[in-house]
C-alpha cells in the first residue's frame, strides 16, 4: 500500500508541474527520472548518472518515446524543487537532446515552445555549474524558436563563465545571421577565448548561402593579422569555409608568412584537413602542406 501512494504521489507531483509549465509531461518518464535521482549515484556538478536507471532512461528517450516527444518532460525536470531530479534532467539534455537537435529541425509544430521557455527559466533560475550540460540545446533550440535574447540574457547573467562559452559554440547554427551581430560583439571584446569560439562556430552553420559567406568572409579577413597562431589559423579555415576569393586571401597569407619564415605547425596541419576549393586553390594547399611546418605556434 505504501509503494503504491508513493507511486501516486509522483506521477501527481510529475503531472502538477507539467500543468503548471504549460507543458504535457510523459508521466513514464517522469517516474524514470524520479527514481534516478533517488536511487542513482550523481555527480552534482558534472552530471552523472550512475546506475541501472542511466540506460532504461537513454533507451526510453532514444528508442521508445523519441527525443522531441522527451523534451517537454526533460524541460519541467530541469525546473524541478529537488536538484538530484534537475542534475538527471541535465545529463540527458546534454546527450540525448542536444546530440539528437536534428530531430527538431522535422518538425517544428512538434516541439511546444513553452517547453523551450523551460530550458531558458532553468538557467535563469540556476547558479549551479552543472546547468552547463543544459545550455548546448538550450541556445539551439531558442534560436530554433526566435527566444535568442531571453537565452542570451539568462546565460550573461549566470555566475559560471563556461556557460556563455557553450553558448557561443551553438549560437550560429540555427541562430545564423541573425545571431552574428551579438557572436561578433563578444569575439572583439578582447576575450581571445571568445573569439577562437566565435570563429570555430562557422563550421556548423549548414548550407551557407552567399551573403553568409560573404558577412562571414569579410569579418574573417580582420583577424588573418592576429600575433596569436591559433587565431590566425582558425581565421584562415572561416576565409576556407567561405570559400572563392576569400579562400585565395587565407592561402595568400599563409604564402606570404612562408616567404619570411617558417609556417607554425598549426597551421600546416590544419591545412592538410582543408580540401575542396578550386583545382588551383587545392595544388597552393597542397604545396603550403608539403613544407615542413615548425614545432608549436607563435
Same mark, same amino acid.
Given at each position: 500500500?505504501?509503494?503504491?501512494?508513493?507511486?501516486?504521489?509522483?506521477?501527481?507531483?510529475?503531472?502538477?508541474?507539467?500543468?503548471?509549465?504549460?507543458?504535457?509531461?510523459?508521466?513514464?518518464?517522469?517516474t524514470?527520472?524520479?527514481?534516478a535521482?533517488?536511487?542513482?549515484?550523481?555527480?552534482?556538478k558534472?552530471?552523472?548518472?550512475?546506475?541501472?536507471?542511466?540506460?532504461?532512461?537513454s533507451?526510453?528517450?532514444?528508442?521508445?518515446?523519441?527525443?522531441?516527444?522527451?523534451?517537454?518532460?526533460?524541460?519541467?525536470?530541469?525546473?524541478?524543487?529537488?536538484?538530484?531530479?534537475?542534475?538527471?534532467?541535465?545529463?540527458?539534455?546534454?546527450?540525448?537532446?542536444?546530440?539528437?537537435?536534428?530531430e527538431?529541425?522535422?518538425?517544428m509544430?512538434?516541439?511546444?515552445?513553452?517547453?523551450?521557455?523551460?530550458?531558458?527559466?532553468g538557467?535563469?533560475?540556476?547558479?549551479?555549474?552543472?546547468?552547463?550540460?543544459?545550455?548546448?540545446?538550450?541556445?539551439?533550440?531558442?534560436?530554433?524558436?526566435?527566444?535568442?535574447?531571453?537565452?542570451?540574457?539568462?546565460? $550573461? #547573467?549566470?555566475?559560471?563563465?563556461?556557460?556563455?562559452?557553450?553558448? =557561443?559554440? &551553438?549560437?550560429?547554427?540555427?541562430? *545564423?545571421? +541573425? @545571431?552574428?551581430?551579438?557572436?561578433?560583439?563578444?569575439?572583439?571584446?578582447?576575450?581571445?577565448?571568445a573569439?577562437?569560439?566565435?570563429?570555430?562556430s562557422?563550421?556548423?552553420?549548414?548550407?551557407?548561402?552567399?551573403? $553568409? #559567406?560573404?558577412?562571414?568572409?569579410?569579418?574573417?579577413?580582420?583577424? =588573418?593579422? &592576429?600575433?596569436?597562431?591559433?587565431? *590566425?589559423? +582558425? @581565421?584562415?579555415?572561416?576565409?576556407?569555409?567561405?570559400g572563392?576569393?576569400?579562400?585565395?586571401?587565407?592561402?595568400?597569407?599563409?604564402?606570404?608568412?612562408?616567404?619570411?619564415?617558417?609556417?607554425?605547425?598549426?597551421?600546416?596541419?590544419?591545412?592538410?584537413?582543408?580540401?575542396?576549393?578550386?583545382?588551383?586553390? &587545392?595544388?597552393?594547399?597542397?604545396?603550403?602542406?608539403?613544407?615542413?611546418?615548425k614545432?608549436?605556434?607563435?
Amino acid at each position: 500500500m505504501r509503494k503504491n501512494s508513493l507511486f501516486t504521489i509522483i506521477i501527481l507531483a510529475a503531472f502538477v508541474s507539467g500543468a503548471c509549465s504549460g507543458v504535457k509531461v510523459d508521466n513514464e518518464l517522469m517516474t524514470l527520472i524520479k527514481e534516478a535521482a533517488a536511487k542513482s549515484t550523481l555527480d552534482m556538478k558534472y552530471a552523472f548518472v550512475k546506475g541501472p536507471q542511466e540506460t532504461v532512461i537513454s533507451d526510453m528517450i532514444l528508442k521508445k518515446k523519441g527525443v522531441v516527444a522527451s523534451l517537454p518532460t526533460l524541460s519541467v525536470a530541469l525546473n524541478d524543487n529537488d536538484p538530484k531530479v534537475r542534475v538527471v534532467a541535465n545529463r540527458y539534455l546534454y546527450r540525448e537532446i542536444r546530440d539528437n537537435i536534428f530531430e527538431f529541425e522535422k518538425n517544428m509544430k512538434a516541439t511546444p515552445k513553452a517547453a523551450v521557455e523551460n530550458l531558458i527559466k532553468g538557467i535563469e533560475t540556476s547558479r549551479d555549474y552543472v546547468t552547463f550540460y543544459a545550455v548546448g540545446a538550450a541556445t539551439m533550440l531558442a534560436t530554433m524558436y526566435s527566444l535568442d535574447d531571453r537565452l542570451i540574457a539568462a546565460v $550573461e #547573467k549566470h555566475p559560471e563563465k563556461y556557460l556563455r562559452q557553450e553558448m =557561443l559554440k &551553438n549560437l550560429i547554427r540555427y541562430g *545564423r545571421m +541573425r @545571431a552574428f551581430p551579438k557572436l561578433k560583439a563578444y569575439a572583439e571584446s578582447g576575450d581571445q577565448g571568445a573569439l577562437t569560439l566565435v570563429l570555430d562556430s562557422f563550421r556548423d552553420l549548414q548550407k551557407k548561402t552567399d551573403d $553568409e #559567406k560573404k558577412t562571414i568572409g569579410d569579418w574573417a579577413l580582420k583577424h =588573418l593579422i &592576429n600575433d596569436n597562431a591559433e587565431i *590566425r589559423v +582558425r @581565421a584562415i579555415y572561416a576565409l576556407y569555409l567561405a570559400g572563392g576569393k576569400y579562400y585565395d586571401s587565407a592561402l595568400d597569407k599563409v604564402e606570404s608568412e612562408r616567404k619570411v619564415g617558417d609556417t607554425p605547425k598549426v597551421i600546416t596541419q590544419w591545412l592538410e584537413n582543408m580540401s575542396g576549393g578550386t583545382a588551383a586553390q &587545392n595544388d597552393r594547399r597542397l604545396a603550403l602542406v608539403g613544407k615542413s611546418g615548425k614545432d608549436g605556434t607563435k
